[in-house]
């Protein structure tokens, strides 16, 4: 379930962009005007050199090539931590996603979580809803008018969870049922396992939508890198002198790490509407590059598509009729 979450996203999505920049610069600029606040003064910022404002300062005043250093070491560790960042973006939404171990206290907050999930799904399952009594007339109106607002928001948090009879299980947290709620639908309506059907759905697309599908990957990997850094920010809490001052640092780090989230959950959102539509209008290129026959109608997709699936995985039983291939190249048809 693991590579399932991780392969929706990293393949397509850009290592690096501005957008991943500024979150890593606000990081270590919001570090280095704490350390001048609190260590320099006005036109002396290493005033009173202490760790960690020591080591800067004393190869600042290594003239003339300790500003040089001290330039070059900076843009050093800036680039050093982007590239680390970047790369770990990957492994951080896997956790973001569920991804806690198996060690008895995940497993607890595992059962605990999805236990949670379970209710709220259950709670959000469509089900008629009936005005108060009394209600009449314009009261009545007014009352359908503001349920329509619930029933679309219940309906949107609904998608985002894969069903009971669904093979997909339960994950515990938000993000991570949105993104399997995207595999879950797929083959619920389409038949197509994403698990070995998407890497080949993507080279199908064209140029145009296929980097409208990286920019929206991207832009989640930007928004978990923002997350790692509000998370990262609380670090900065050691060179600031005070335990008022520490609890203020580390209050609004954590108000920022809820904003974050939040931010977060609404581009996996956005992303998986955006999976979704993409399914829903080039499924067909998906079955034309593979040389597999799309299906007739409606009523065929679901079959077509678990074909197309197990033949993809190598697990199409050997006892099974032959499936045809029709390669658009040539015209011609094999088995």
């Known amino acids: 379930m693991g590579d399932l979450v991780k392969g929706l996203l990293e393949p397509i999505a850009k290592r690096w962009s501005a957008v991943m920049g500024g979150p890593l610069l606000l990081f270590w600029l919001a570090g280095a005007l704490v350390v001048l606040w609190m260590r320099g003064s006005?036109?002396?910022?290493?005033?009173?050199?202490?760790?960690?404002a020591g080591v800067p300062c004393t190869i600042a005043t290594q003239r003339p090539l300790g500003p040089i250093v001290l330039t070059a070491a900076a843009t050093a560790i800036v680039v050093m931590s982007a590239w680390a960042l970047s790369a770990s973006a990957g492994f951080a939404l896997e956790v973001l996603a569920g991804r806690w171990g198996t060690s008895r206290i995940a497993l607890a907050y595992t059962r605990h979580r999805m236990a949670r999930h379970h209710a709220r799904r259950s709670d959000l399952a469509p089900r008629r809803q009936t005005p108060p009594a009394g209600l009449n007339g314009e009261n009545l109106d007014a009352w359908n008018s503001q349920n329509g607002w619930r029933a679309t928001r219940r309906r949107a948090a609904y998608a985002r969870y894969p069903r009971v009879s669904d093979p997909q299980h339960l994950l515990p947290t938000t993000i991570g049922n949105a993104l399997v709620s995207v595999s879950a639908e797929a083959r619920r309506t389409y038949g197509l396992d994403l698990a070995v059907c998407w890497?080949?759905?993507?080279?199908?697309?064209?140029?145009?939508?296929?980097?409208?599908?990286?920019?929206?990957?991207?832009?989640?990997?930007?928004?978990?890198?923002?997350?790692?850094?509000?998370?990262?920010?609380?670090?900065?809490?050691?060179v600031v002198p005070g335990v008022l001052p520490r609890?203020?640092?580390?209050?609004?780090?954590?108000?920022?790490?809820?904003?974050?989230?939040?931010?977060?959950?609404?581009?996996?959102?956005?992303?998986?509407?955006?999976v979704t539509g993409l399914f829903t209008v080039h499924r067909i290129r998906l079955y034309r590059a593979l040389g597999f026959t799309p299906p007739a109608t409606a009523q065929d997709e679901e079959s077509c598509g678990t074909t197309l699936s197990a033949v993809l995985s190598r697990s199409l039983p050997t006892s099974s009729p032959p499936v045809p291939y029709v390669w658009a190249s040539s015209g011609d048809s094999a088995t």
Not at 42 to 52: L, S, V
Not at 209 to 230: H, I, P, S, W, Y
Not at 252 to 264: D, I, M, N, P, Y
Request: net charge positive.
């Open 247 to 274: 609890l203020l640092w580390v209050a609004t780090c954590a108000l920022l790490v809820w904003g974050a989230h939040r931010s977060l959950r609404a581009g996996v959102d956005a992303y998986c509407r955006h």
């Open 42 to 52: 006005g036109t002396h910022p290493c005033r009173a050199p202490k760790f960690p």
């Open 199 to 238: 890497d080949p759905f993507v080279k199908a697309l064209e140029t145009p939508t296929r980097d409208e599908l990286t920019a929206a990957a991207t832009r989640v990997f930007a928004r978990v890198q923002g997350l790692v850094c509000a998370a990262a920010a609380a670090l900065w809490a050691i």
